[in-house]
Every structure is written in structure tokens, then in C-alpha cells.
């Protein structure tokens, strides 16, 4: 049989499967309790206007609904997504905005026209897996900046300018993925002084801003140096991600190429999710229907966070973000998370180890993101349950081996 190894392009090697796709496949069996995948729960589509949705948008545009259309996107929804925007302080016309197949298709464009191999680009450590994908491709070095509780560090960040030339800042500021947490607005302004003060590309993914349970809004980095600022964002989380719904806002030059770019990868988004999309902003369904899943993911949340509380170790620490999909937890150092989560799945029930998120492999073996969106929250009260006792378990068998190397040693 003839082999095609050596016609693969070079890029090839740095692409793989995703780990949480991969995870997800295992943990698909019938009576598995998953907390792995950042799954909006279907109860959240909005399932009972789609009709009404799918009606509109075939008297309104008839057959253009599924005719080609512009790569930049479907006028009608770009117009709908200014007003959207402008709720969140985002000041843009329907030309300033490019619509792309999920936001991950910015993402990836943006490697394509940003990274040449060997570009250092700046980045959280832990950051979003589906980023490292899209870049990995294009051999980007990493720079990973420093964080704590409340997201990256603004004088880590400025150092590293300081030290080497950046590309570009990949962020997620608010509900991030893995650890849920937000940067607060003081930290906004320091990060936005410093990428003008450098004169430094932004990347600012903002999926989850939507999903806030508590506490008030904090504007996007975009609206403190829109020039330097490529903001992403996408209706998956709040319409439905099989529509694979995303957006941008980019300064002229970088908005111009990421056109050409997709020109090349797929001509234009589905003109008709693209009606959909825009029949469900302009209608209004979205604010009505945007209480109701924070109202199903809010109990849900505050399930798994209470019973993280009564049942896992005292040796672990975790976030509690005020929205979004994730709850971030940090073990003690040592543990090595995949193989837990092998024990966890011979029980049922799965998460995802966190060092998948960490540009620098090995690093992060300690940590592990849950999801609580896709199960209620007596099923997250189980879960959490058996995860205390496999966890409880791996921390004895640490202990365990700690006492034994210091006999060993005395």
C-alpha cells in the first residue's frame, strides 16, 4: 500500500486531535457523567422559536437566504450585531465586522495571516486549548504570562514586551477557559495602556461574557484601545453552536486580510444560520431568552461549587467564577491528574486534566477544569461525590509514597 507520509506538509506535525474531543468519545458510553466537555446543555436552544425563526427568515429573504454571499457576512446579521455590540460599549458599523463559522474560524485565519514560524506569541498559562490548535500549525513560539486569581498579571505582561518582540496577545478577559476567572476593570486599563504603550496587537475572545449569574458587567478591552484590539466573540454559547455562529471586530488592515483568508478556506459563512442568527437578535428572542439560561446554569454552578465544598480534599483549591462554564481546581503539586481521571472514568464519571491548556507540555498536572453545564444538579451532587473519593485516594497514595522515600532516605 502506498504511503503518503512524506507529501504531508511540515505544518502537519505540530496539528493532533483535540484531548477533550478525544476525552468526549471515551465518555460518551451510556451512564457516563460527564464534567469534561464546555457543552452549552440543549435545554439552553432556544427550541421554540426556531420555527417561528425559520418562517421569517423564508418570508423576509426568500431564496437569498440560500443564495452566496459576501465573505464579510450576511449584511442583515451584521447590522443586528452593532446594536448587540453596542450594549456592550463597543462602537462599530456592520462594515467593521466580519462573520466567521464559529469564532474558531478567527482564530485559525488569524494564525494564518499573523504567525510565521518562530513568532513569539504571548499568552495565560493556562490558556484556551482551541487556540493552541489554531496556532500550533503556523510554529509560533510561546511566551506564557503570568497569572493569579484574578487572570494575567499586567506587569508580567509588560516585562515580557519588554524582554522580546511580540506578535500578539492572545486573551480571554472575562468567564476565561479553563479557570472561569475575569480580569477586574483595573487590570483592563493597565493591559490597555501597556499594548498601547507597545504598540502591541490584542486578541480578546470573548465566548462567555453573556453568561454572568453575579455580579456587574466589565467592559471589554476593547472598548479602552479599540485600535489595538481584535475582538472575537460568537452566538454559540446564548443561540445554538451547531450554527456555528462567530464574529470579529479588527483594525482595518488585520479585518482586510482575514478576509482574504477565508475567501480561501470557505467563501462565506452559511447565509441561511446567518438569517436565523439575525431573526433571532432583531426580534428580540435573545434578550428574552438569555434570563432563561442563565436561570438553568446559575442553580447548576452553585450545585457543583457546594458540593466541591463537601467533598473534596482540604489539599485542593478552586475558582468560583461569577459566570461563564467552568470551575478551574488546583491539586497538590505531584498529583498527576490524567491518571486520576482514568480512575474517574472506571467510575463513570470524567473530566478534563488541565495540563491541555498550558502551552508548555507537562506543565499544569496538577489541575483539572469541570464543566457543569451539561448534567443538573443532582447528577453534578453524584459526580462530585465520586470524585472526592477518587481524588481523597490519589492524595493517600501521595502521601503514602512521600512516607516511604523519606524511610528510604533516613
Partial sequence: MTSFENRLAR??????????????????????IS?????????????????????????????????YDLTEGFRPLREALVDYLADKGIAATAEHI???????????????????????VALEAPTYLGALQAFNPYEPAYVQIGTDDQGMLPDALADALSRQPVKFIYLVPTFQN???????????????????????????????????????????IKTLAPDHVVYISTLSKVFAPGLRMGFCLAPDLIRQ???????????????FNQALASEYLTG???????????ALYRPRQQALLDAMKRFFPDAFTWTAPDGGMFVWVEGPDGMD????????????????????????????????????TMADEATLTRAVGILGEVLECAVTKMCSRGRTRSIDGD
Fill in 98 to 120: 466580519l462573520i466567521a463559522s464559529g469564532s474558531q474560524g478567527v482564530l485559525d485565519c488569524l494564525g494564518k495571516i499573523l504567525i510565521s514560524p518562530g513568532d513569539q
Fill in 337 to 372: 491528574m490524567e491518571a486520576v481521571n482514568q480512575k474517574a472514568v472506571n467510575r463513570n464519571t470524567a473530566f478534563v486534566p488541565g495540563t491541555f491548556f498550558f502551552a508548555r507540555p507537562g506543565d499544569g498536572r496538577h489541575t483539572m477544569r469541570l464543566n457543569y
Fill in 257 to 271: 486580510w482575514l478576509v482574504l483568508a477565508k475567501q480561501g478556506v470557505d467563501l462565506h459563512t452559511s447565509t
Fill in 178 to 220: 479553563p479557570t472561569g476567572r475575569t480580569l477586574p476593570m483595573k487590570r483592563r486599563r493597565a493591559i490597555a495602556d501597556i499594548i498601547q504603550r507597545f504598540d502591541t496587537l490584542l486578541v480578546e475572545d470573548d465566548p462567555y461574557g453573556d453568561l454572568r449569574y453575579r455580579g456587574t458587567s466589565v467592559p471589554p
Fill in 11 to 32: 505544518r502537519t506535525r505540530n496539528m493532533g486531535a483535540s484531548a477533550i474531543r478525544e476525552i468526549l468519545k471515551v465518555v460518551s458510553r451510556p451512564g457516563m
Fill in 35 to 67: 464534567l469534561a466537555g464546555g457543552i452549552p446543555a440543549p435545554e439552553s436552544f432556544p427550541m421554540e422559536v426556531v420555527r417561528e425563526l425559520t418562517a421569517a427568515v423564508l418570508d423576509k429573504f426568500g431564496p437569498a437566504a440560500f443564495q
Fill in 284 to 294: 428580540g428572542h435573545l434578550k428574552r431568552h438569555l434570563p432563561r439560561i442563565i
